[in-house]
T-cell receptor, first 109, second 116 residues
Framework: AQRVTQPEKLLSVFKGAPVELKCNYS??????LFWYVQYSRQRLQLLLR??SRESIKGFTADLNKGETSFHLKKPFAQEEDSAMYYC???????????FGAGTTVTVRA | DVKVTQSSRYLVKRTGEKVFLECVQD?????MFWYRQDPGLGLRLIYF???????EKGDIPEGYSVSREKKERFSLILESASTNQTSMYLC???????????????FGPGTRLTVL
């Protein structure tokens, strides 16, 4: 069975500092990896997916199949990045997502 | 713009009551999902439906059932609510094609259920 691990429950950084949220997965096939974000009082929404290889709101994430990781990074954190972030995995030929436990990010001024 | 709505934002029920949580989406999505969101546990899938009247158990289906009589509506039912079902419940929907951009799940605002 697939599993998604986010080792940090809480992450606190200063504005302008780099931020990295860790995500590791276990799955024997070729997964699709995603980051979803939930800002305060807003609904959960897709932030980015690995296959698009794009930067969203300054965030990037690279799928490392050797290390089975999909860490989310931003070089200069902003206060509006404070949110709950979930890493998620979709197995090939499946519709369901498996989510990690989530990381709460607080960006301090 | 995809819209997923849930019938209640907050709900308080008593142990043993039958509870209905409703979810409606307006984008003609085939797939609909029910999750519960708990601190430290993330989102856990309760049930999933890929078509009208079709359902599939998720990771934690015990104590829950679902109903999908119409494509746009997916109901979660707690047959006899218990205190350990106090949680935030999230509904989501997606298209059926598992391809780039079509597998995005769109979430509702959530229902915070408290069982006393």
């Amino acid at each position: 069975a697939q599993r998604v691990t986010q080792p940090e429950k809480l992450l606190s950084v200063f504005k302008g500092a780099p931020v990295e949220l860790k995500c590791n997965y276990s799955y024997s096939g070729s997964p699709e990896l995603f980051w979803y974000v939930q800002y305060s009082r807003q609904r959960l929404q897709l932030l980015l997916r690995h296959i698009s290889r794009e930067s969203i709101k300054g965030f990037t994430a690279d799928l490392n199949k050797g290390e089975t990781s999909f860490h989310l990074k931003k070089p200069f954190a902003q206060e509006e990045d404070s949110a709950m972030y979930y890493c998620a995995l979709r197995r090939s030929n499946d519709y369901k997502l498996s989510f990690g436990a989530g990381t709460t990010v607080t960006v301090r001024a | 713009d995809v819209k997923v709505t849930q019938s209640s934002r907050y709900l308080v029920k008593r142990t043993g009551e039958k509870v209905f949580l409703e979810c409606v989406q307006d984008m003609d999505h085939e797939n609909m999902f029910w999750y519960r969101q708990d601190p430290g546990l993330g989102l856990r899938l309760i049930y999933f439906s890929y078509d009208v009247k079709m359902k599939e158990k998720g990771d934690i289906p015990e104590g829950y059932s679902v109903s999908r009589e119409k494509k746009e509506r997916f109901s979660l039912i707690l047959e006899s609510a218990s205190t350990n079902q106090t949680s935030m419940y999230l509904c989501a929907s997606s298209l059926s094609q598992a391809g780039v951009g079509t597998d995005t799940q769109y979430f509702g605002p959530g229902t915070r259920l408290t069982v006393l």
